[in-house]
């Protein structure tokens, strides 16, 4: 069974910076493609971040230069570094892992609020 247990969420000020870490279990974690994706209240969700399994990334244009998304294989975790935070990156935030047969997996989600 696939698990996806994210943490680091929390309230940040404008300006601030927040980790995002995402722990996998139940699946070949080298095979698989991860992404971050978030969901602010009343609005679709959206990819904000994506690596793929040979560690190519890929940024939506609002976090250019501000988020970096990183794995470690080893630990089979999968982060995403968030500087710079603004308050319209308020969001719930969601991490995707895609396995080698293109099935898609999510995690719980956790809160992000940046706020003063």
């Known amino acids: 069974q696939v698990q996806l247990v994210e943490s680091g969420g929390g309230l940040v000020q404008p300006g601030g910076s927040l980790r995002l870490s995402c722990a996998a279990s139940?699946?070949?974690?080298?095979?698989?493609?991860m992404a971050w994706y978030r969901q602010a209240p009343g609005k679709e969700r959206e990819v904000v971040a994506t690596?793929?399994?040979?560690?190519?990334?890929n940024y939506a244009d609002s976090v250019k230069g501000r988020f970096t998304i990183s794995r470690d294989n080893a630990k089979r975790t999968v982060s995403l570094q968030m500087n710079s935070l603004k308050p319209e990156d308020t969001a719930v935030y969601y991490c995707?892992?895609?396995?080698?047969?293109?099935?898609?997996?999510w995690g719980q989600g956790t809160q992000v609020t940046v706020s003063s």
């Open positions: 995707n892992l895609r396995s080698r047969s293109a099935v898609d997996y």
């Open positions: 139940g699946i070949i974690f080298n095979f698989s493609d």
């Open positions: 690596i793929t399994r040979s560690s190519s990334t």
